[in-house]
């Protein structure tokens, strides 16, 4: 007998009930309830076929287990916890948590009383079923016109306090439930784009971020623009070139960055004279990390500054259009706490707070950065008493631009993170181990051996220096001796990232991608991606040409319908951070630069294989060199290029056309870097070919 989930969908009386008691009655009246009700039970249904079509994939002999398997479902879908989760997206898609479906079906009794649901089979894809919901919902509200202006408040909950309001009900603000979300948004490290399996506690519990934060060190000074991070990691050590003299870079912004003094992050939070402060840095350097640490210091009672946390792209593209940044507290749609804009007004003004505004970057659009950066200069003004906080990546924000230029002529400081010494290194390895290994003896094994791999590899020591890298080093550890080469590490920490990226689940069943056809997808994308307006600097695609590459490469692997294909991958991929991540304004980009980076010199790499053209290798070299976002590309294409093949001809290809020492002494430098590469290399490396 075949399954009937979609036969198990609550009663319209009882759908109508639970959004009753979410909007608590007597404030319903006139607010469309038969259509919010005709919408979430339509919902639902949709909801009931994505679990039966998982069901079936993953459970042959689903037949035998008929009965038990239709009485927990139907035990499941009508708990007032699960049509709670299923409700929220018609509020806020990101609000969706099918993590909690997943810990409801281990936690909900059976109706009839006789023990906890039946176990679904191994194998079961909860996101899987929370994508297809996803996108019923949405199909749903589009093709719903009294549903799109019910909704135009975006959530029960908005509609339940407009009406308070026209009635006089004042708004309600609690510190305590504040608190509360606070530590559900910002309690845990966001590992989404990184397959965990092999750190059981991290897919179990997640890791908490205050057991793992490492406070960095910073400097008072711009990074000098045009110089690489080789440059400017060597400052650490006293060593920046003394005679250097590249004519791109004003010699006194080098000096200035050499001379400024290295300051914990700390000290500089507590200084009174830092309440405007702007704190640029690399990707993956931690610069959200250090709002979310400060949020949480406040939820925990570490601090009594009450902080507010915006994330600058959600703002900027927010379809509830707010206003100020106060309205976007209140009503907007990513803003998960809903916060009363006169009783915000009254705590900024009185209290001590502190407004932290992450990833000014985010918004590519020239005007609109400057729009807001202009809102956040008149914020502080109208705030004084507020420390204001902004985060933003240290590309392109360079002094003579509109935006660095506000902000100093407005009393802001400017900051760059620098990257973990070794004592912060060891001090991360460490805190990582102990939240995550409760054996001790194991837990001294695995840090031993990544503390000593890092100590005796120049090229993992040198990634080990960014916090994002040196996570992702934490988990390969766990299961296996990392790699002393720079190159196989790349591969490693792309390994991982590119095994959580199910790409494959959107294909017809007779369909699918290899880890190879995904390696390849992805270095296609790299590809487009430096061609793009940004160049790698940029580290950003349209959405439209990333469809475009995406349906090509599925066309040529025989999908059927790449098209389609396409647009759920994408849908997917703005939905959840994977090796590529939404960074807003319909732009996608890989989660990390360095990953771009690797893709990028894979694809030149195994097109010049194939071409077998020499002189389009030399041809990279001799007009990329000058360029610094293409620096870590060509040591990489160094140590990718096959053996024997063109080593000799790249290796004076690079140091070609370089002006005199006397005029240029970073290009001359970086020459030296590509011969290294060369000369540490193992002979056995090449990269695979189509």
Known sequence: MPLHFAALVPSASSIASFLAKQLKAPLAKGLGLDALSKALRKAIECFLLAMQREYERVEPLHTLLHESVEDSVSSFINSEGVQEILARPFKDASSFDVSGLASLWREIPRANGEGKLVDLPLGFDWDSVGASYLSSVRAIVEETPELREIWLSHSVEEIRRSVEAIQGVPPRFSLEVYRRSVIEDFGTLKLSAIRVDCEPNCWDQGVFLQNVYVPQKVKEAFPPRDVSRDYRRRTHADTYPSDFSDQSVPYSLVDMYRRAPVRRIQEVLRDPSCNRIVVLGDPGLGKSTLLEHLAMDWAQGVSTTIPFLIELRKYSRDHARPKSFLEYLEIGTWSSCRLPQREVDRILREWETVMLFD????????????????????????????????????????????????????????????????????????????????????????????????????????????????????????????????????????????????????????EHLTHDDKIEILQQIAFEMQQERGGLAGNAISENKLKRVLVSALQDRGVGTPKIVAEKIVEALAERDFM?????????????????????????????????????????????????AWHEVLRLVCAMVPEGQYREQTENGAQQDMPPSSVCRGPCFHAQQLTLEFATLPESTTVNRR
């Not at 894979?602 to 360029?627: C, I, M, P, S, Y």
């Open 580 to 628: 590529l991540c939404s960074i807003g304004d319909v732009q996608f980009a890989f989660v990390h630069r360095t990953f771009l980076e690797y893709f990028c010199a894979r694809e030149f790499t195994q097109h010049l294989a194939n071409a077998g053209g020499k002189d389009e290798l030399l041809d990279v070299f001799r007009t990329r060199w000058r360029d610094d």
């Open 359 to 510: 990833g000014l970057d985010e918004i590519f659009v020239e005007d609109l950065r400057a729009n807001v950066v202009a809102e956040i200069v008149r914020f502080s003004r109208d705030y004084p008493r507020a420390k204001v906080i902004v985060t933003t990546r240290a590309m392109g924000y360079v002094i003579g631009s509109a935006n660095p230029d506000h902000f100093r002529a407005s009393g802001f400081r400017h900051f760059t993170l620098q990257d973990f010494d070794d004592t912060e290194i060891a001090e991360f390895v460490r805190k990582w181990y102990l939240t995550t290994i409760s054996s001790n003896p194991e837990r001294e094994v695995v840090t031993g051996r990544l503390l000593n791999a890092i100590a005796e590899s120049r090229a993992i020591r040198e990634l080990a220096g960014n916090p994002l890298l040196l996570t992702m080093m934490v988990l390969l550890n766990r299961r296996k001796h990392l790699p002393s080469e720079r190159l196989k590490l790349y591969d490693s920490c792309a390994e991982l990232l590119v095994e959580g990226w199910d790409a494959a689940r959107h294909l017809d069943r007779s």
